[in-house]
């Protein structure tokens, strides 16, 4: 097939296609987004990319265009003969149907040979959060991720200590991950049109990652400083050796009374640290 975006999605039409909001359909219909998008994200021919919810697969063909091959995961099995039509010819793609929440990835990408491994998506907003998650704790070593998600989403995972959408995500996002924004996009340019705006966040994987003795503490640590917004670290942790954190709370400038939203993630690093 020759290429033409609008050909792209005029298959949609064409088929019949009917937008399921259950699985969260919003697809791109402005070519200069797909385009923003592959640009900012720096792939190459050394670049294995992946995809959640390749849709028609206008971002995909790109992708494909533009790296050395590209696995997309689609849970929606009716899209099966407008992505065989869209992307005929592209030799690098593997489509995978099913849900991407419970597809063992990491062996999805033994057979693969990559340099680098990007994953880069126009997300399901409805599983945001578990598809980022999932990512960091299948640990796939992701070197970069570049993701549009809805802006309310985006501002919890980059949020800073001291804002109202500082939590245990951010924090967990950012041992592993610098946080940035690259875009903002208005809702005018899906289809259908949904009633938010959307970001789109470049997450690149740290060089040099704070050091932990246990993970497992670590994590479950943050969780539990962060069970109760609204308490203070004396009572979210009460379960925990105190003095000890409180020591070093104090070196921080903080005591026990401190919550859990003015804590960065230097502080909970050396709290986790100090107590095994
Ligand atoms: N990337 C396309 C479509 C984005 S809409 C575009 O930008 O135009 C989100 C896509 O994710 C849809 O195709 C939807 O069917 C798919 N999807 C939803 N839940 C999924 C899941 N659990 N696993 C894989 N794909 C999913």
Same mark, same amino acid.
């Given at each position: 097939m020759e290429y033409s975006f609008k050909k792209m999605t005029d298959v949609l039409n064409a088929n019949g296609f009917k937008f399921?909001?259950?699985f969260g359909q919003n697809f791109i219909v402005d070519e200069n987004i797909i385009n923003n998008i592959?640009?900012?994200?720096? *792939?190459?021919?050394?670049t294995l990319v992946i995809e959640i919810g390749p849709g028609a697969g206008s971002l995909t063909y790109k992708l494909a265009l533009n790296s050395k091959n590209v696995i997309a995961y689609e849970i929606d099995e009716s899209l099966k003969d407008i992505l065989n039509y869209n992307l005929s010819g592209l030799s690098n793609v593997e489509i995978i149907y099913g849900d991407f929440l419970l597809r063992d990835v990491k062996k999805d990408l033994e057979k693969y040979e990559y340099k680098k491994l990007y994953v880069v998506a126009n997300l399901p907003y409805y599983i945001t959060t578990p *598809?980022?998650?999932k990512l960091i704790e299948d640990e796939l070593n992701v070197d970069k991720i570049v993701v549009m998600v809805q802006k309310e989403v985006g501002d919890r995972f980059k949020a800073k200590p001291n804002s109202k959408d500082y939590s245990s995500?951010?924090?967990?996002l950012n041992y592993y991950y610098d946080v940035f924004k690259i875009m903002d996009v208005s809702r005018n340019v899906f289809m259908p049109k949904p009633n938010v705006d959307s970001i789109v966040l470049e997450f690149v994987?740290?060089?040099?990652m704070l050091f932990?003795?246990?993970?497992?503490?670590?994590?479950?640590?943050i969780r539990d400083s962060f069970k109760q917004k609204r308490k203070n670290i004396r009572n979210n942790l009460k379960g925990y050796d105190l003095d000890v954190i409180n020591d070093v709370l104090s070196k921080y400038g903080f005591d026990l009374n401190a919550r859990a939203e003015?804590?960065?993630i230097e502080v909970f690093v050396s709290i986790a640290n100090k107590l095994c």
């Open positions: 399921s909001k259950k592959i640009n900012k994200s720096m *792939i190459d021919k050394d *598809i980022i998650v995500l951010s924090v967990f994987k740290k060089d040099d932990v003795k246990d993970k497992t503490l670590f994590f479950k640590l003015q804590l960065s």
